[in-house]
């Protein structure tokens, strides 16, 4: 076999860069023309475009003073070369100046140098704002951004592009557009038109996408760069498969090639890299894209990223048995961080409980090539290697039940406290209702009390309204966004009302539109019925829930909220975080207000609400920890609830879209109680059909046999307690067996044998004997749980209670003798 070439991989740009420069090549921003014809005018032309109003008219001193500056700029741009005012300004320092401001004592040393009339910083920045507005001048996008004007947007509506803006104004609304947030986003639009040129519709996709990136390098704030986009879109400026806004382009790569997907583990191995490529290209097929990432991930990270990193320079996938051996108990754990009070973070190994899945993987991925080596020799046929995993190693059935086990668990800890937590999230929401309705009311800088708290309300961050701030500091100076936290509240409440009443997924319930609530006529009695359409999803299956009354008044309040002022739901692009692509326009039921626009709840958003619910409720776990709920918790909730208030199973199944019976009944908990009843009638059933000739009195025969096997029981430290008839199924492994019950006069006897298993341990520990050591620990353990159980029968005996039962000796009525 040709052993491939080791060779170094340079590293590749991350994830998110790829995506971002991808786009700016879909989407280039305008060029910067050499000339253009106001930069071409002469300075007696350009001055004469700034007419100075009559004597004491308003803004006459404002004028004269940008005329004043405007001629000082130009007479110190004609002592540097250049054909036009751009020429010129580019071949002058002030473009290189960093801060933004030092252009100013460039002018006035010259002024005072030339004997020139010395101009003021006030009258020079004017002066700018003028020559930027007329066109005459486009500096960048960095020197716009770092010099700060307020009034470039004024200037630019007025004398740029007045149509341009009032669409603007009409697409943003009054409220918005006379915001903060809506003064920060036309700064935005006149900073492009300063640099780009042109008016409101000549803006491109690019133009905005390269603001972006110049904000990011002067470490600006971003809060209006999605508003300012979003008013571009809606005025339909971008074509239909431009990025629907621009708050998280920086973290929505999108879907991502095979080479892509494994290129974010910086592989070394380059033939290696190339493999996983190419298998990965094989199989995407047949996969949607969120098995394929699943797939690069394992492939790629869990597997030959943590091999490179432990056992640098391996270049091949025939491993080491000791190299698969130590990989193998590295996959059993992973390192997990949590961040404490006082901020700082530990690291602490937990077991996998992917562990069997991702060996079935890897396994997959050594059996597919030995399968397509047969097929294509000379692409496959030199990664045609043995399997370091084996086929016991990835055995199933183990790992389903410990699955089953622990969901069931979760769901019995989870259903007792379910109307706790209703009832808090309730709670919750109508007192952040209360008050927000308070500080609404209140004037600004005012105080007021709601609930038996007082607040003293903040002056207004808008620029309109001075009353229309919902910031107010409480009691203990703590200053809160009184909005944010009723809009939180409230997602919460919906959240768990909607998941408790439908049992859908996450991801169906944050897709979920004004379009999927439907009704249904029944032909019988003619009553309405409504219905709740879910999307395909997970298993690309539709379905229609019926609606309940509570259920009901849970998507009317949100369909209330929803509405803007005329009454319909905003259309909003979500991004679907499985696939990682965007969905088209919708109604969507679950969409909030962030920043001037309206944008889908997120998945963390919701999860984030759960957190700050359950710790107002101050529940526990069995460990002492609060309790968490995932979202798919109520699933598993609904499927119980369902099941034991009388649906059938299979219409369960139907419900909750499973396309397997068994998936609906592992979500179902069997409680204690129940399955007690159900044996209890189960018994009486069976004794009522079975035969009465089965409950005869046993002959002197049977009786001899039956007395004969306990007697054959015994053993040196206890007694076997398996049933009557039946063979040892443990192969006479007695102190690892479950079945041996220890006698308290053996306990020495297993002192001896633990001591004597310790030592032999750290003799095998000492000699390397890994599979010797592995079974001693088995013994061991075996030995410790009789030692423990022994010690529980005696603290338990020191409370028996004697009730004067009889023995089995007393009720006995034959006995045998043994015969030597």
């Not at 470490?219 to 760069?225: F, L, V």
């Not at 790569?253 to 190339?274: F, T």
């Not at 259903?415 to 952040?432: D, F, G, H, S, W």
Request: aromatic share 8%; with cysteine; glycine share 6%.
């Amino acid at each position: 076999m040709t052993v491939p070439r080791v060779a170094i991989a340079v590293p590749r740009p991350t994830t998110a860069q790829a995506a971002h420069g991808e786009r700016r090549e879909k989407y280039p921003a305008r060029s910067h023309p050499e000339t253009w014809p106001a930069t071409e005018r002469s300075r007696d032309q350009v001055l004469a475009l700034i007419r100075v109003p009559p004597t004491h008219a308003e803004g006459h001193h404002t004028w004269g003073a940008r005329k004043r500056g405007a001629e000082a700029i130009l007479r110190w741009l004609e002592t540097f070369p250049g054909a036009s005012w751009q020429d010129r300004w580019l071949a002058c320092p002030a473009p290189g100046q960093q801060d933004g401001s030092g252009w100013h004592d460039e002018i006035i040393e010259w002024s005072r140098t030339g004997m020139h009339r010395v101009s003021r910083k006030t009258e020079l920045s004017a002066g700018m704002l003028t020559l930027i507005t007329l066109d005459v001048i486009r500096p960048s996008l960095d020197w716009l951004i770092i010099r700060r004007s307020r009034r470039i947007r004024e200037m630019m509506a007025e004398f740029r592009d007045p149509k341009g803006y009032a669409d603007l104004a009409e697409v943003a609304g009054p409220d918005v557009w006379t915001s903060r947030i809506g003064y920060d986003a036309r700064g935005a639009i006149a900073r492009i038109l300063a640099a780009k040129g042109g008016t409101v519709r000549d803006i491109t996709v690019g133009d905005c996408l390269e603001f972006r990136d110049a904000q990011k390098r002067s470490q600006s704030s971003a809060r209006s760069t999605s508003l300012f986009y979003s008013w571009l879109r809606d005025l339909g400026l971008f074509p239909p498969d431009a990025p629907p806004n621009l708050r998280h382009i920086s973290v929505r790569a999108g879907q991502l090639s095979p080479a892509q997907l494994i290129d974010r583990y910086q592989i070394q191995n380059e033939p290696v890299r190339d493999l996983l490529v190419s298998y990965l290209a094989e199989r995407q097929v047949s996969l949607d894209y969120t098995s394929l990432d699943d797939l690069s991930r394992c492939l790629g990270l869990n597997f030959w990223a943590d091999l490179e990193k432990h056992h640098p320079g391996i270049d091949s996938l025939h491993l080491a048995p000791e190299t698969a051996a130590a990989w193998k108990q590295r996959l059993r754990t992973k390192v997990d961080r949590r961040r404490l009070p006082d901020g700082t973070v530990i690291e602490y190994e937990s077991p996998r409980l992917s562990f069997v899945p991702l060996l079935t993987t890897v396994r997959a991925f050594y059996l597919d090539i030995a399968q397509w080596a047969a097929d294509d020799p000379s692409r496959w046929g030199q990664w045609a290697v043995p399997c370091p995993i084996r086929e016991a190693e990835v055995n199933h059935k183990k790992y389903n039940r410990q699955q089953k086990a622990r969901s069931r668990e979760r769901t019995r800890e989870r259903m007792p406290v379910l109307p706790l937590l209703i009832r808090t999230a309730n709670q919750r929401a109508e007192e952040a209702k209360a008050r927000l309705e308070a500080v609404r009311e209140a004037p600004a800088g005012g105080s007021f009390t709601v609930l038996g708290e007082t607040f003293t309300k903040s002056t207004s961050s808008r620029w309109a309204d001075p009353n229309s701030t919902t910031i107010a500091y409480d009691a203990t100076g703590r200053r809160r966004h009184l909005d944010s936290e009723e809009g939180r509240a409230f997602w919460s409440w919906a959240a768990v009302e909607f998941l408790r009443h439908s049992g859908v997924r996450i991801e169906e319930m944050l897709e979920s539109s004004h379009h999927s609530i439907t009704q249904y006529k029944l032909p019988t009695t003619g009553e309405i019925v409504p219905l709740l359409q879910i999307a395909p999803s997970k298993t690309d299956e539709e379905r229609v829930l019926l609606v309940s009354p509570e259920f009901a008044d849970v998507l009317s309040a949100i369909v209330c909220r929803v509405r803007d002022h005329s009454g319909a739901i905003p259309l909003v692009s979500a991004y679907d975080q499985q696939e990682k692509v965007w969905n088209p326009p919708m109604p969507l039921l679950f969409q909030s207000t962030v920043g001037g626009e309206n944008l889908p709840v997120s998945a963390a958003t919701i999860r984030r609400s759960l957190n700050d619910l359950l710790k107002d409720t101050g529940l526990t776990d069995s460990t002492g920890k609060p309790l968490r709920y995932q979202p798919h918790d109520f699933r598993r909730l609904f499927v119980t609830d369902a099941i034991m208030s009388g649906l059938p199973p299979h219409i369960a199944q139907v419900v909750c879209g499973h396309q397997n019976l068994n998936t609906t009944m592992g979500y179902f908990a069997i409680y204690p109680a129940e399955a007690i009843e159900a044996h209890h009638a189960f018994i009486a059933r069976r004794r009522a059909l079975r035969p009465s000739e089965e409950y005869r009195t046993p002959t002197s025969e049977e009786w001899d046999a039956f007395l004969a096997h306990f007697e054959k029981r015994k053993l040196s430290v206890g007694t076997c307690a398996r049933a009557f008839g039946t063979d040892c199924i443990h192969e006479h492994a007695c102190l690892r067996c479950p079945m041996l019950r220890p006698e308290h006069a053996q306990r020495p006897r297993l002192v001896e044998i633990r001591d004597n298993l310790l030592d032999r341990i750290v003799e095998a520990e000492r000699e390397g004997w890994l599979g010797e050591l592995e079974k001693l620990h088995n013994r061991l353990a075996g030995a410790e749980n009789k030692l423990a159980q022994l010690d529980e029968e005696v603290a338990r005996q020191a409370n028996v209670v004697d009730l004067g039962m009889p023995s089995f000796s007393q009720i006995a009525v034959r006995t045998t003798i043994d015969q030597p």
